[in-house]
């Protein structure tokens, strides 16, 4: 259903303000929408905000919410964009590459002689749908098989100092233009509900680092953030994976683990695919700017659809 409410807001501009100031102008902007509460059904910014602000936490769930990263808070790929960047100026580590190997022989794939080849390989695998035939012939899913091959581009950085690659995103994001490309609109609903005093976590499918630098920009704090893991030891990350793998089913354990049990909104892109179980959690499930097979699928739930998560309050 659609729903139709007048807001606060004027015409859409990027507005930077102190935090308490930003806080109280959301606040306020939810406030004065007309208050109907659409079940499913696209809806804007501050209908988003009034939901956020006023809807009465469902028994059984958290007061907490559960967001995506990429393509939820922003519109890009930090991991992809900063994994292109480390094959292109060749500054990935090689002490992932037995764990690459091993995946490409698990799948039935030649091995490689280097991590560039590696990550090669199983990109084109990915792209072709090889991988998922051949793990469809080892009687693995769709998700078992994202499992197995999500880890590929954390052991690019494998034998590293977490902050090294933490640094790498900060530069990317101070250099790239993309600091300029977070949702406004999912930047008033963080504020909003965090003003509310819901926990609140980002659950990423992407290198770890990468994820906790661009949460960074919203207010989340380091221990709000879970992307994919490797376990550090002597200070530096190996090729070994924190379960469970922030992918699918993965996404929904983690969901409850950090909420405390199923979250009461849960925001993601991926509706038909890794975002799916997490949405399903959750009493609210968003559909953030959904595409294609997603949108399909975020209709066929009756999901609410936040179609302009880049339109702001203002």
């Not at 991988?131 to 009687?139: Q, S, Y």
């Not at 909003?192 to 990468?210: N, P, Q, T």
Request: aromatic share 8%; net charge positive.
């Amino acid at each position: 259903m659609n729903c139709t409410c007048r807001s606060a807001a004027g015409r859409n501009r990027v507005v930077r303000q102190s935090p308490l100031l930003l806080t109280a102008l959301l606040v306020l902007a939810s406030t004065l929408s007309l208050g109907c509460h659409p079940s499913s059904g696209t809806v804007t910014t501050s209908q988003l905000l009034h939901l956020a602000q006023n809807l009465a936490v469902k028994p059984g769930h958290a007061p907490c919410a559960v967001f995506d990263a990429d393509g939820t808070l922003w519109d890009f790929d930090l991991s992809e964009a900063l994994v292109k960047r480390t094959l292109a100026d060749r500054t990935a580590s090689d002490a992932g590459l037995p764990a690459m190997n091993a995946t490409l022989a698990a799948f039935g794939l030649p091995t490689a002689a280097t991590v560039y080849e590696a990550t090669r390989a199983i990109d084109a695998a990915l792209a072709s749908g090889a991988l998922l035939e051949a793990g469809r012939r080892r009687g693995w899913d769709e998700a078992e098989v994202a499992t197995r091959v999500w880890p590929h581009y954390n052991w690019l950085y494998a034998g590293l100092a977490p902050a090294a690659v933490s640094a790498r995103a900060d530069k990317l994001l101070a250099t790239g233009g993309y600091r300029e490309r977070v949702f406004d609109g999912m930047r008033a609903v963080v504020a909003v509900l965090r003003a509310r005093g819901f926990k609140l976590f980002v659950i990423s499918g992407g290198v770890h680092e990468f994820a906790t630098v661009g949460a960074a920009a919203f207010g989340f704090a380091p221990a709000e953030v879970r992307g994919l893991k490797l376990k550090v030891r002597d200070g530096r990350l190996t090729d070994e994976v924190v379960p469970p793998v922030p992918y699918q089913g993965g996404k929904a354990t983690l969901a409850r683990e950090l909420c405390g049990g199923p979250p009461m909104f849960a925001f993601g892109d991926s509706v038909a695919a890794g975002d799916a179980a997490m949405l399903a959690a959750a009493a609210v499930p968003v559909a953030v700017r959904p595409q294609g097979r997603h949108l399909e699928t975020a209709k066929r739930r009756r999901m609410l659809i936040y179609a302009r998560p880049e339109a702001g309050p203002w």
